[in-house]
């Protein structure tokens, strides 16, 4: 499973790979990153963050 912080509309969002809605909207990057990194070590998934721009900045396993 994968789960992606991605910037949208202004809002910072953690979403699960291939899911059409967000799991949580965050204004803060690094509180998406926190409930992303929750998700990542309950789940056994990989977390990807990426900047505003989309690119992928790092990937947590």
Same mark, same amino acid.
């Given at each position: ?11 910072? +969002?953690? %979403?699960?790979? #291939? ?8 204004? @803060? ?8 990194? +929750?998700? %990542?070590?309950? #789940? ?8 505003? @721009? ?8």
């Amino acid at each position: 499973m994968s789960i992606h912080v991605i910037h949208s509309q202004g809002e910072w +969002k953690v %979403r699960k790979e #291939g899911a059409s809605r967000a799991l949580r909207v965050f204004a @803060d990057k690094q509180a998406a990153i926190n409930f992303g990194q +929750k998700i %990542r070590r309950t #789940g056994n998934a990989t977390l990807y963050v990426h900047r505003k @721009d989309g690119t992928i900045r790092y990937a947590e396993t």
